[in-house]
């Protein structure tokens, strides 16, 4: 069974600062996904990452993708408000079947 | 057009009725699937449909049955639903349907998801 865990499990910060989450496995994915949540939708796909130690950018989100394609992060420069949400890291390690991590619950204080 | 619509958004049911959960995307996916979502948690994978046939069923309980009349279209039949199956329920979408030759073929795009209560 492949497993994503998230760090932090969830993080309250002041606007302006900066944070980083965690998804951390000991398998091996082929893609992984980074996806917000806000209470009462569905998540929305914010990056796909495929080749171990990809950077990709995403305005003042950066993620990254291990080397060895086993772990993720994702940074956030300068928290604002509209960055609160559920932040879920998604692994694809075959046939279909996607792994969900734990989630990263974001609170961003004006 | 990334959408994935939903229907209906909000759905209260007694422990008798039959109702259903309607999906559909016009993006030209092969590959179509049901979440179970609980407050919280992250969503949890109840059944994928590759080219229009069910390939994953993560042994859930059959008062759940889904159906996917074509390519564009997943629903969910409920029957005899128990409280404990009151979550946010949510379809996806992706444009892999087969064993995943398409580097990033998983990415899936989710509806805004039916909230079901079960009274």
């Known amino acids: 069974t492949q497993l994503l865990e998230q760090s932090p499990q969830f993080l309250s910060i002041q606007e302006g600062e900066n944070l980083t989450v965690y998804c951390n496995s000991s398998?091996?994915?082929?893609?992984l996904q980074w996806y917000r949540q806000e209470p009462g939708e569905g998540p929305v796909l914010l990056v796909t990452?495929?080749?171990?130690?990809e950077v990709k950018k995403l305005k003042r989100l950066t993620f990254q993708f291990g080397d060895a394609r086993k772990d993720s992060s994702l940074h956030i420069t300068a928290a604002q408000p509209g960055d609160t949400g559920l932040y879920l890291c998604?692994?694809?390690?075959?046939?279909?079947?996607?792994?969900f991590g734990t989630g990263t619950k974001l609170q961003v204080i004006p | 057009d990334t959408e994935v619509t939903q229907t209906p958004k909000h759905l209260v049911m007694g422990m008798t009725n039959k109702k259903s959960l309607k999906c559909e995307q016009h993006?030209?996916?092969?590959?179509m699937y049901w979440y179970k979502q609980k407050a919280k948690k992250p969503p949890e994978l109840m059944f994928v449909?590759?080219?229009?046939?069910?390939?994953i069923n993560e042994s859930v309980p059959s008062r759940f049955s889904p159906e996917c009349p074509n390519s564009s279209l997943l629903n969910l039949h409920l029957h005899a639903l128990q409280p404990e199956d009151s979550a946010l329920y949510l379809c996806?979408?992706?444009?892999?349907?087969?064993?995943?030759?398409?580097?990033?073929?998983?990415?899936?795009?989710f509806g805004p998801g039916t909230r079901l209560t079960v009274t």
């Open positions: 996806a979408s992706s444009q892999e349907g087969g064993t995943g030759s398409i580097l990033g073929g998983y990415e899936q795009y």
């Open positions: 398998s091996v994915f082929s893609s």
């Open positions: 990452v495929v080749t171990g130690g």
């Open positions: 998604a692994g694809s390690g075959g046939y279909q079947k996607v792994t």
């Open positions: 993006m030209g996916h092969r590959a």
């Open positions: 449909y590759s080219y229009e046939k069910l390939s």
